[in-house]
């Protein structure tokens, strides 16, 4: 399912610039993640040039990517996306909550607008299937959380 933007809000989105914090851990399940977010944010009107896409070593490396992001006063939003699936220790508890506080604890203290497009799994199955282009896909869902973020922003200013 297709997020719709009106014109209006297409114009105003078109003229901000977003960056993409991505993990690359998996680095086939973050292409497929950035692919989709580039494809949200190309549907509200954002033209690939104007989405930066950043490469951390893993998702427990997001929320500081995010920070700078979110400082440099370069962007209107952050999608910050990767994957994470459970292996044979707590590690996995571990980073998922950190990530999911980081991102918060960013977008909280910048109030910039930071997405939590971080797939939290059992198997690569699981991961792919939510990074796929359908309507769970992580990517495009996260660009339109902090398109949708930005637009409140935006409208509060």
């Known amino acids: 399912m297709a997020e ?14 977003f960056a993409v914090c991505v993990g690359t851990f998996y680095p086939e399940l973050a292409e497929r993640l950035v692919n989709g977010a580039v494809e949200g944010f190309s549907a509200a009107g954002v033209s690939a040039a104007s989405v930066h896409t950043f490469e951390t070593p893993g998702a427990f490396e997001l929320p500081l990517a995010a920070k700078w992001c979110a400082e440099s006063g370069r962007f209107a ?16 508890d571990y980073v998922c909550s950190e990530a999911a506080r980081g991102i918060q604890q ?8 930071c997405a939590f497009g971080v797939i939290t799994c059992e198997t690569m199955e699981q991961a792919l299937a939510r990074s796929g ?6 990517g495009r869902n996260a660009a339109v959380a902090v398109l949708r973020m930005a637009l409140i922003r935006e409208a509060l200013a």
Do not use: W
């Open 4 to 17: 719709e933007f009106s014109a209006a809000e297409s114009e105003r989105l078109g003229r901000s610039e």
């Open 77 to 92: 939003g952050v999608a910050c996306l990767g994957a994470v699936i459970r292996g044979e220790t707590d590690h996995y």
């Open 106 to 113: 960013v977008q909280l203290e910048t109030g910039l607008p």
């Open 133 to 138: 282009g359908d309507k769970r896909d992580q």
